[in-house]
């Protein structure tokens, strides 16, 4: 008699499953490759080819589209004027988004009105929001202009979008307004997710207003306020709406971000190798900031974790 245990061989699994799996993946794969691999091969490409608009990859030219752009003034003043926007308006939509969050936390059972009012610019599109503000700052007869007149100023010199320096900070309080309300919403979220009894224990132990929210409050959101600091961060570099509608780059050069001297190079001048170039300095500059906050915001919530 044989032994039962030499017949006995291991049963293969059914392939179902995994080809089951690699088509289920497959959307993904196919997402990944055609939004995030493809555009990123055709800008190297461009950036490193003579390229316009009709007719990309006529001629390699190496890295010489790369020194024309670096030692062009207004475009490297660009990157600079668009990072130090960035880092401005950012802070401020958080600043201002927390502050925000408390006050619709402690007014939740009873501030729906107010819940639909911060969510109004968020859900306003940005050209209108450009319109609008444009309207505001109008010297003739804008809101502006009319409080100044009221005060006894001379309201037919306001005009800050035509001034070369305030012309960036006009449109950055149109920016703060309009996506505050994200950070906000963020905030607000997280707040809710609060545990009360630890809220309740510290308030039995003394812990009252601005210590509370030192102690308690602030380090349970922390993770989620670093988080919405790096979304804005990455808006705030893409700002072009903004700009095109109220100034269109001007005074100047006074408001010309990275996104409109892309802009600019692309559709004016129809120069997509300059206009790829500027594209991948602009994607080194936004990973270079936002890596960094983007690794606090994990250490921060796997802390609170």
Known sequence: MADASATVRPRRLPRGPAWAHRLFVSPSVLALLVLGAYPLLFIVAAAF??????????EFVGTATFE??????????????TLAYAL??????????????????????????????????LITPPVIVGTLWKLIYNPGGGLLATLFGLIGLPSETIAPL????????????????????????????AL???????????SLDGAHGFGTFRHI???????????????RLVLAFKVFDL????????PGQATTTTSYLIYQAALREFDVGKAAVITLL?????????????LVARRWQVNHE
């Open 49 to 58: 080819t003579e390229s316009s608009l009709g007719r990309p990859f006529q």
């Open 68 to 81: 024309q752009v670096l030692t062009d003034a207004d475009a490297v003043a660009s990157l600079w004027r």
């Open 88 to 121: 401005a308006v950012s802070s401020a939509s958080v600043v201002l988004g927390v502050v925000a969050a408390l006050a619709l936390h402690g007014a939740v059972r009873s501030g729906a009105l107010v819940r639909t009012l911060l969510l109004l610019p």
């Open 162 to 189: 035509s001034s070369t320096l305030w012309a960036l900070p006009a449109i950055a309080v149109a920016d703060v307004w309009e996506w505050t309300p994200l950070v906000a919403l963020l905030v607000f979220t």
């Open 192 to 202: 809710l997710a609060q545990d009360p009894q630890t809220l309740e224990a510290a």
């Open 217 to 231: 409050t602030l380090p349970a959101v922390s993770g989620v306020v670093a988080a919405a600091f790096f979304i």
């Open 243 to 250: 700009v095109f509608m109220m100034t269109s780059g001007g």
């Open 282 to 294: 602009l994607a080194v500059l936004v990973t270079a900031v936002t890596i960094p906050v983007a």
